[in-house]
């Protein structure tokens, strides 16, 4: 059972325009939810989060939004630039010491 | 500040033979630790945490084991490797910025011929 699902397994943006990373989670427990970002044979790099009581948290170039009646979240990278050429993974805990990972979204940057 | 240490680094073990990756935590005491793997196409799949010494919670049945023998040390296991069992293996334990987000280890690649 994926509790945390990443329906795009790839996705391609054009340098300096938007890229948008969907999540998707049917655990109504979860309150909390991560954005990471891994390189190739490297650990993943946390990126930004959100808890439940927002819709909405900004970082810089990264925003990620929440929707919480369609379980749904979202993480905007503005201006995509070709460094952010990785694999995404969105991640939610709530309730236990558990963190859930997606099965991630290759995102390539073109130049 | 918190850092976590993976070794090896990189594995290369025929199917049948034991395995044991180490993880160990400096900078922080008592963390709660976990053991992630990254399958081709699978994405990363909780395997174990563990909230303290000798204190272990599996996720899925594998044939893998988990070990917590000291405070800061999570170790992983295996009898016999299957060719299932390759895969990137990520230790990790929440940071000391946040308790709500988990910090990574750089990984141990495990090939299973």
């Known amino acids: 059972d994926q509790q945390v699902k990443q329906n795009s397994p790839s996705l391609s943006v054009q340098e300096g325009r938007i890229s948008i990373l969907n999540c998707d989670y049917t655990n109504s427990m979860f309150d909390y939810f991560l954005w990471y970002k891994k390189y190739p044979a490297e650990g993943p790099t946390f990126l930004i989060s959100i808890s439940s009581i927002k819709d909405k948290n900004e970082d810089g170039r990264f925003t990620v939004f929440l929707n919480k009646s369609a379980k749904h979240l979202s993480l905007h990278i503005v201006p995509s630039q070709p460094g952010d050429s990785a694999v995404y993974f969105c991640?939610?805990?709530?309730?236990?010491?558990?963190?859930?990972f997606g099965t991630g979204t290759r995102l390539k940057v073109l130049a | 500040s918190q850092t976590i240490h993976q070794w090896p680094a990189t594995l290369v073990q025929p199917v049948g033979s034991p395995l044991s990756l180490e993880c160990t935590v400096e900078?922080?005491?008592?963390?709660?630790l976990y053991w992630y793997r990254q399958a081709a196409g699978r994405g990363l799949q909780l395997l174990f945490y563990s909230v303290g010494i000798g204190q272990i919670s599996s996720e899925v049945p594998q044939n893998l084991s988990a070990s917590r023998p000291q405070d800061r040390q999570f170790i992983l296991s295996s009898k016999k490797l299957l060719l299932s069992d390759s895969g990137f293996y990520l230790c990790?334990?929440?940071?000391?910025?946040?308790?709500?987000?988990?910090?990574f280890g750089a990984g141990s690649r495990l090939t299973v011929l």
């Open positions: 900078g922080t005491s008592n963390p709660n």
């Open positions: 991640a939610a805990s709530g309730g236990t010491y558990k963190y859930i």
């Open positions: 990790a334990s929440p940071s000391l910025a946040g308790a709500n987000v988990l910090t």
